[in-house]
């Protein structure tokens, strides 16, 4: 290919769970244009401060609606995060070419 590597789609890394060992697994796997959205359980991470080794400048995005199941809209308020409510979610899907599942 004329010597140019082509350049890897971006990932959005879907957090199912506050488990280290899935946060662990994700951070590993982050490259550079991957995103990170939280559901599920996996919005339980906003009790507790993100590794700081993560890549900088790495979009997190917190599902609106599991937030609100499990009481952390205030506190998704105070820490500032970027909240992604339903209608959002199919154009944050679109832009990334692939999806990992991390629980």
């Not at 590993?28 to 991470?45: E, P, Y």
Request: contains cysteine; proline residues 7%.
């Amino acid at each position: 290919m004329n010597g140019v590597t082509p350049r890897p789609a971006s990932c959005l890394h879907l957090v199912l769970s506050a488990r280290k060992d899935a946060l662990e697994a994700c951070r590993a796997s982050l490259g550079q244009g991957d995103a990170i959205f939280f559901l599920a359980d996996g919005v339980l991470v906003l009790l507790e401060h993100l590794p700081a080794d993560w890549p900088p400048h790495t979009e997190t995005f917190y599902s609106h609606a599991d937030l609100q199941a499990r009481g952390l809209l205030a506190a998704a308020r105070d820490a500032a995060v970027t909240v992604a409510h339903d209608p959002q979610i199919a154009p944050l899907l679109r832009h990334h070419r692939h999806c990992l599942s991390w629980k």
